[in-house]
Protein backbone atom coordinates (compact mmCIF):
# COMPACT_ATOMS: atom_id res chain seq x y z
CA UNK A 1 0.00 0.00 0.00
CA UNK A 2 1.18 3.47 -0.83
CA UNK A 3 2.27 5.62 2.14
CA UNK A 4 -0.27 8.28 2.81
CA UNK A 5 0.04 11.47 2.17
CA UNK A 6 0.87 14.25 4.95
CA UNK A 7 -1.23 16.70 3.35
CA UNK A 8 -4.08 13.76 4.28
CA UNK A 9 -6.62 14.82 7.11
CA UNK A 10 -9.30 11.99 7.83
CA UNK A 11 -12.78 12.65 10.50
CA UNK A 12 -14.27 9.78 11.87
CA UNK A 13 -18.07 9.75 13.10
CA UNK A 14 -19.91 6.81 14.47
CA UNK A 15 -19.37 4.24 10.96
CA UNK A 16 -18.62 7.24 8.91
CA UNK A 17 -14.64 8.32 7.28
CA UNK A 18 -14.25 11.34 5.52
CA UNK A 19 -10.99 11.73 3.91
CA UNK A 20 -9.61 15.03 2.96
CA UNK A 21 -6.65 16.51 0.43
CA UNK A 22 -5.89 20.05 1.45
CA UNK A 23 -2.68 20.09 -0.87
CA UNK A 24 -4.72 18.83 -3.30
CA UNK A 25 -7.70 22.00 -3.61
CA UNK A 26 -8.97 20.99 -0.38
CA UNK A 27 -10.88 18.06 -2.32
CA UNK A 28 -12.72 15.28 0.01
CA UNK A 29 -10.77 12.14 -1.46
CA UNK A 30 -13.68 9.99 0.06
CA UNK A 31 -16.71 9.45 2.35
CA UNK A 32 -17.50 5.76 3.61
CA UNK A 33 -19.92 4.07 5.60
CA UNK A 34 -18.06 1.18 6.82
CA UNK A 35 -15.76 0.74 4.01
CA UNK A 36 -18.47 1.32 1.31
CA UNK A 37 -18.48 4.52 -0.87
CA UNK A 38 -21.30 7.21 0.27
CA UNK A 39 -19.55 9.73 -2.50
CA UNK A 40 -17.36 8.40 -5.46
CA UNK A 41 -14.30 7.66 -3.56
CA UNK A 42 -10.50 6.77 -3.76
CA UNK A 43 -7.99 6.51 -0.84
CA UNK A 44 -6.07 9.96 -0.42
CA UNK A 45 -2.78 8.41 -1.06
CA UNK A 46 -3.88 7.17 -4.81
CA UNK A 47 -5.13 10.84 -5.76
CA UNK A 48 -2.81 13.23 -8.01
CA UNK A 49 -5.57 15.93 -8.50
CA UNK A 50 -8.76 17.04 -7.53
CA UNK A 51 -10.95 16.27 -10.21
CA UNK A 52 -11.06 12.63 -9.83
CA UNK A 53 -12.17 12.99 -5.59
CA UNK A 54 -15.48 12.48 -4.39
CA UNK A 55 -16.21 16.62 -4.10
CA UNK A 56 -14.36 19.74 -4.22
CA UNK A 57 -15.17 23.58 -3.50
CA UNK A 58 -16.38 25.76 -6.13
CA UNK A 59 -14.46 29.29 -5.48
CA UNK A 60 -14.95 31.99 -6.94
CA UNK A 61 -17.03 30.79 -9.52
CA UNK A 62 -19.07 27.44 -10.51
CA UNK A 63 -19.05 26.12 -13.97
CA UNK A 64 -17.79 27.66 -16.91
CA UNK A 65 -16.86 31.22 -17.70
CA UNK A 66 -17.05 31.40 -21.24
CA UNK A 67 -14.18 31.80 -23.68
CA UNK A 68 -12.43 32.89 -20.47
CA UNK A 69 -12.69 36.66 -20.55
CA UNK A 70 -15.58 38.78 -18.62
CA UNK A 71 -16.55 42.21 -18.10
CA UNK A 72 -17.39 43.75 -14.46
CA UNK A 73 -17.69 47.07 -13.86
CA UNK A 74 -16.50 48.55 -16.77
CA UNK A 75 -12.93 46.28 -16.85
CA UNK A 76 -11.92 43.28 -19.10
CA UNK A 77 -10.52 40.47 -17.99
CA UNK A 78 -9.41 37.30 -19.00
CA UNK A 79 -8.84 34.02 -16.89
CA UNK A 80 -6.39 30.89 -17.70
CA UNK A 81 -7.29 27.49 -19.39
CA UNK A 82 -7.63 25.20 -16.62
CA UNK A 83 -9.58 22.01 -17.93
CA UNK A 84 -8.62 19.91 -20.85
CA UNK A 85 -10.18 20.47 -24.00
CA UNK A 86 -12.55 23.33 -22.99
CA UNK A 87 -12.53 26.68 -24.11
CA UNK A 88 -14.06 27.91 -21.64
CA UNK A 89 -12.34 28.28 -17.98
CA UNK A 90 -14.17 25.81 -15.20
CA UNK A 91 -15.05 25.10 -11.37
CA UNK A 92 -12.99 28.78 -10.19
CA UNK A 93 -9.65 28.58 -8.86
CA UNK A 94 -9.95 26.76 -5.34
CA UNK A 95 -9.80 23.27 -6.72
CA UNK A 96 -6.61 23.51 -8.03
CA UNK A 97 -4.70 24.96 -4.90
CA UNK A 98 -3.50 24.25 -2.04
CA UNK A 99 -5.23 25.19 1.24
CA UNK A 100 -3.75 25.48 5.00
CA UNK A 101 -5.23 23.59 7.85
CA UNK A 102 -6.05 26.65 10.51
CA UNK A 103 -8.02 24.16 12.98
CA UNK A 104 -8.68 20.78 13.31
CA UNK A 105 -10.45 18.53 15.99
CA UNK A 106 -11.45 14.64 15.42
CA UNK A 107 -14.78 16.01 13.72
CA UNK A 108 -13.74 19.18 12.39
CA UNK A 109 -11.52 20.66 10.29
CA UNK A 110 -10.82 24.26 9.14
CA UNK A 111 -9.29 25.37 5.86
CA UNK A 112 -7.78 28.22 4.36
CA UNK A 113 -7.31 29.52 0.63
CA UNK A 114 -5.34 32.84 0.62
CA UNK A 115 -5.54 34.08 -3.50
CA UNK A 116 -3.37 37.21 -3.93
CA UNK A 117 -5.44 37.75 -7.51
CA UNK A 118 -3.48 36.43 -11.11
CA UNK A 119 -3.58 35.60 -14.18
CA UNK A 120 -6.45 32.69 -13.41
CA UNK A 121 -8.41 35.37 -11.34
CA UNK A 122 -7.93 38.91 -10.87
CA UNK A 123 -9.49 39.66 -7.61
CA UNK A 124 -7.69 39.14 -4.23
CA UNK A 125 -9.80 36.86 -1.69
CA UNK A 126 -9.57 34.52 1.19
CA UNK A 127 -12.12 31.35 1.66
CA UNK A 128 -12.22 29.39 4.42
CA UNK A 129 -13.83 25.98 4.72
CA UNK A 130 -15.17 24.03 7.71
CA UNK A 131 -16.06 20.20 7.51
CA UNK A 132 -17.79 18.96 10.41
CA UNK A 133 -18.67 15.09 10.45
CA UNK A 134 -21.25 13.52 12.94
CA UNK A 135 -22.70 9.71 12.92
CA UNK A 136 -25.57 10.54 10.49
CA UNK A 137 -23.79 13.80 8.04
CA UNK A 138 -21.02 15.54 6.55
CA UNK A 139 -21.38 19.82 7.53
CA UNK A 140 -19.60 22.12 5.23
CA UNK A 141 -19.57 25.71 5.29
CA UNK A 142 -17.46 27.69 3.18
CA UNK A 143 -16.81 31.61 3.64
CA UNK A 144 -15.16 34.01 1.08
CA UNK A 145 -14.10 37.47 2.45
CA UNK A 146 -12.87 40.33 -0.77
CA UNK A 147 -9.26 40.97 -0.13
CA UNK A 148 -9.13 43.26 -3.44
CA UNK A 149 -9.55 46.93 -3.58
CA UNK A 150 -12.54 46.86 -5.35
CA UNK A 151 -16.03 45.22 -5.76
CA UNK A 152 -15.42 41.71 -6.76
CA UNK A 153 -17.71 39.20 -7.79
CA UNK A 154 -17.70 35.99 -6.07
CA UNK A 155 -19.52 32.69 -6.73
CA UNK A 156 -19.18 29.23 -4.72
CA UNK A 157 -20.65 25.93 -4.46
CA UNK A 158 -19.30 22.42 -4.62
CA UNK A 159 -18.90 19.59 -6.86
CA UNK A 160 -19.65 15.87 -5.17
CA UNK A 161 -19.64 12.59 -7.30
CA UNK A 162 -22.04 9.89 -6.25
CA UNK A 163 -21.36 6.28 -7.62
CA UNK A 164 -24.28 5.27 -9.95
CA UNK A 165 -25.32 1.99 -8.27
CA UNK A 166 -27.57 -0.16 -10.06
CA UNK A 167 -30.93 1.54 -7.93
CA UNK A 168 -29.60 4.65 -8.13
CA UNK A 169 -32.43 7.43 -7.75
CA UNK A 170 -32.75 11.19 -7.83
CA UNK A 171 -35.89 13.15 -6.17
CA UNK A 172 -35.32 17.02 -6.74
CA UNK A 173 -37.60 19.68 -6.41
CA UNK A 174 -36.54 22.41 -8.77
CA UNK A 175 -38.31 25.35 -11.29
CA UNK A 176 -36.23 26.31 -14.06
CA UNK A 177 -33.67 24.22 -16.05
CA UNK A 178 -31.29 26.24 -17.86
CA UNK A 179 -31.48 25.37 -21.71
CA UNK A 180 -27.32 24.96 -23.27
CA UNK A 181 -25.54 25.61 -26.74
CA UNK A 182 -23.24 23.75 -28.33
CA UNK A 183 -20.54 25.16 -26.14
CA UNK A 184 -22.28 24.03 -22.87
CA UNK A 185 -23.64 27.63 -21.79
CA UNK A 186 -26.57 28.65 -21.09
CA UNK A 187 -29.06 30.23 -23.90
CA UNK A 188 -32.33 30.03 -22.40
CA UNK A 189 -34.67 29.03 -19.21
CA UNK A 190 -37.26 26.73 -19.32
CA UNK A 191 -39.90 25.11 -16.97
CA UNK A 192 -38.81 22.13 -15.20
CA UNK A 193 -41.54 20.56 -13.02
CA UNK A 194 -38.87 18.58 -10.70
CA UNK A 195 -36.16 15.51 -11.03
CA UNK A 196 -38.08 12.16 -9.79
CA UNK A 197 -36.57 9.42 -12.05
CA UNK A 198 -33.63 6.38 -12.00
CA UNK A 199 -30.29 8.34 -12.40
CA UNK A 200 -30.12 5.53 -15.34
CA UNK A 201 -32.99 7.47 -17.33
CA UNK A 202 -31.28 10.61 -17.29
CA UNK A 203 -29.61 12.84 -19.46
CA UNK A 204 -28.57 16.15 -17.59
CA UNK A 205 -26.07 18.44 -17.97
CA UNK A 206 -27.54 21.66 -16.52
CA UNK A 207 -28.04 24.36 -13.74
CA UNK A 208 -31.40 24.47 -12.10
CA UNK A 209 -33.45 27.43 -11.30
CA UNK A 210 -35.56 27.77 -8.07
CA UNK A 211 -34.33 23.84 -5.85
CA UNK A 212 -36.32 23.86 -3.15
CA UNK A 213 -35.70 21.38 -0.14
CA UNK A 214 -33.45 18.97 0.21
CA UNK A 215 -32.25 16.51 -2.83
CA UNK A 216 -32.91 13.13 -1.98
CA UNK A 217 -30.51 10.35 -3.72
CA UNK A 218 -31.57 6.70 -2.91
CA UNK A 219 -29.78 3.79 -3.90
CA UNK A 220 -29.98 -0.45 -2.70
CA UNK A 221 -27.24 1.12 -0.24
CA UNK A 222 -28.04 4.31 1.47
CA UNK A 223 -30.93 7.29 1.20
CA UNK A 224 -29.03 10.50 1.29
CA UNK A 225 -30.57 14.17 1.80
CA UNK A 226 -28.69 16.47 0.01
CA UNK A 227 -29.28 20.25 1.21
CA UNK A 228 -27.87 23.56 1.27
CA UNK A 229 -28.46 27.61 1.40
CA UNK A 230 -27.56 27.81 -2.21
CA UNK A 231 -31.07 27.87 -4.56
CA UNK A 232 -29.49 26.80 -7.50
CA UNK A 233 -27.78 23.19 -8.60
CA UNK A 234 -26.01 21.92 -11.20
CA UNK A 235 -26.63 18.26 -11.93
CA UNK A 236 -25.48 16.19 -14.32
CA UNK A 237 -25.77 12.45 -15.45
CA UNK A 238 -23.77 11.28 -18.12
CA UNK A 239 -24.89 7.90 -19.65
CA UNK A 240 -21.99 6.42 -20.01
CA UNK A 241 -20.26 7.11 -16.60
CA UNK A 242 -19.96 5.43 -13.24
CA UNK A 243 -20.88 8.79 -11.39
CA UNK A 244 -23.45 11.48 -11.73
CA UNK A 245 -23.10 15.12 -9.93
CA UNK A 246 -25.76 16.75 -8.47
CA UNK A 247 -23.62 20.26 -7.21
CA UNK A 248 -25.28 23.03 -4.86
CA UNK A 249 -24.21 26.93 -6.46
CA UNK A 250 -24.45 30.17 -5.80
CA UNK A 251 -25.19 31.53 -9.85
CA UNK A 252 -26.14 30.23 -12.89
CA UNK A 253 -23.66 28.79 -15.35
CA UNK A 254 -21.65 31.40 -17.00
CA UNK A 255 -23.98 34.16 -15.22
CA UNK A 256 -21.05 36.53 -15.49
CA UNK A 257 -21.65 37.19 -18.55
CA UNK A 258 -25.49 37.70 -18.61
CA UNK A 259 -27.19 41.29 -18.76
CA UNK A 260 -28.03 41.46 -14.93
CA UNK A 261 -25.26 38.60 -13.23
CA UNK A 262 -26.19 39.67 -9.82
CA UNK A 263 -30.01 38.90 -10.75
CA UNK A 264 -28.70 34.79 -11.73
CA UNK A 265 -26.85 34.36 -8.38
CA UNK A 266 -23.20 36.21 -9.14
CA UNK A 267 -22.56 38.44 -5.11
CA UNK A 268 -20.56 41.42 -5.77
CA UNK A 269 -19.28 41.56 -2.29
CA UNK A 270 -17.08 44.79 -1.35
CA UNK A 271 -13.62 45.34 0.02
CA UNK A 272 -13.45 43.46 3.23
CA UNK A 273 -16.53 42.22 2.88
CA UNK A 274 -17.88 38.38 3.09
CA UNK A 275 -20.29 36.14 1.86
CA UNK A 276 -20.97 32.59 3.14
CA UNK A 277 -22.70 29.21 1.74
CA UNK A 278 -22.97 25.99 3.29
CA UNK A 279 -24.18 22.34 2.37
CA UNK A 280 -24.91 19.43 3.99
CA UNK A 281 -25.51 15.59 3.41
CA UNK A 282 -27.28 13.44 5.52
CA UNK A 283 -26.83 9.70 5.79
CA UNK A 284 -29.35 6.63 6.12
CA UNK A 285 -28.41 3.35 5.59
CA UNK A 286 -30.99 1.19 3.94
Not at 104 to 123: I, Q, T, V
Not at 188 to 204: C, E, M, N, T, Y
Request: charge should be negative; aromatic fraction near 10%.
Amino acid sequence: MAAVPVDTFELHAGALRLAIRPDLGACIAGFWHRGTPILLSAEPATLTASRPSACFPLVPYSNRIGYRRFRWKGHDHTTQPNFPDSPHSLHGVGWLRPWEIVSSSALELGLRLHHAGDADWPFAFEALQYLTLTPQSLHIEMVVTNQADVVAPVGLGWHPYFPKRARSRLHIEVAERWEKDAALLPVRKVAQPGIDSDVAHLDFDHCFDGWRGAARIRDETFSLQLSSSLDRLVVYTPQQRDYFCVEPVSHVNNAIHMADPLAHGVRAVAPGESTSAWMQLDVTVI
